[in-house]
């Protein structure tokens, strides 16, 4: 195994070993799909590697705001310093995701939604608008803000403000289908505290991408 690797699991040892010690138990819930890991990388990677390497690419994907399906395969691979086929990489990524080996998202739709709706549609799909945008942005159902999974949705308000600067509150009312989109619109009543319902705004969580953009009368601080 190469040093860089050697190097990796070193710290991660060191790492997990202490978060374990401070907070017992709160790494068990990662170890049955560390398992399935170390048993598809028996001959190269031990349980212990594969457990921590399973919670650090569990972390990277619910952290990273840009995420999407190519990006975190290169975080797998980097990880397991590049020892890994293009098959076993995607295999350990629906693991850490879905709990699953494989996801035929070209064979069953609910595949598919289910993978965008966790972030990892395509790449090429990751403007700060959907591809087939029409109306306005944030306003009207057929141009949705588009978000990299539901997980997302919260982040995105978290950093919305009225363009006042005051913090917004949200209700969703539920989901409504678009004739420009294959998957559902997340429909939210938005104001502020004092005035709870002051617009509509319409969500899409199936991207590739968190959007960078607010509509018209909001803005996202950083």
């Known amino acids: 195994m190469e040093t860089n690797n050697n190097i990796?699991?070193?710290l991660?040892?060191?790492?997990?070993?202490?978060l374990e010690t401070m907070y017992p138990g709160v790494l068990e819930p990662y170890r049955q799909k560390s398992e399935k890991i170390a048993t598809m990388l028996r001959e190269r990677f031990d349980e212990d590697f594969c457990h921590q390497a399973c919670i650090l690419l569990h972390s990277a994907y619910k952290i990273l705001p840009?995420?999407?399906q190519q990006l975190l395969l290169e975080k797998v691979n980097i990880v397991f310093a590049r020892?890994?086929?293009e098959e076993e990489a995607s295999r350990i990524l629906n693991i850490i995701v879905f709990n699953q080996e494989v996801i035929d998202e070209e064979a069953d739709f609910l595949a598919a939604q289910m993978k965008a709706n966790m972030g990892m549609g395509d790449a090429e799909n990751s403007g700060d608008e959907v591809e087939t945008a029409a109306g306005r942005f944030g306003y009207d159902v057929t141009n949705p803000i588009p978000l990299n999974g539901t997980d997302m949705i919260k982040n995105y308000f978290r950093n919305l403000r009225f363009i006042t600067g005051?913090?917004?509150?949200?209700?969703?009312?539920?989901?409504?289908?678009?004739e420009n989109l294959p998957f559902p619109v997340d429909k939210y009543v938005v104001g502020t505290n004092e005035q709870p319902e002051q617009a509509v705004l319409y969500v899409y969580a199936y991207h590739s991408a968190m959007s960078?953009?607010?509509?018209?009368?909001f803005r996202l601080i950083s």
């Open 8 to 10: 990796n699991r070193e």
């Open 12 to 18: 991660l040892s060191k790492t997990f070993t202490t």
């Open 66 to 68: 840009g995420r999407n």
């Open 83 to 85: 020892q890994l086929s």
């Open 166 to 178: 005051e913090s917004v509150v949200y209700q969703r009312q539920g989901s409504v289908a678009a």
């Open 212 to 217: 960078a953009k607010a509509p018209v009368g």
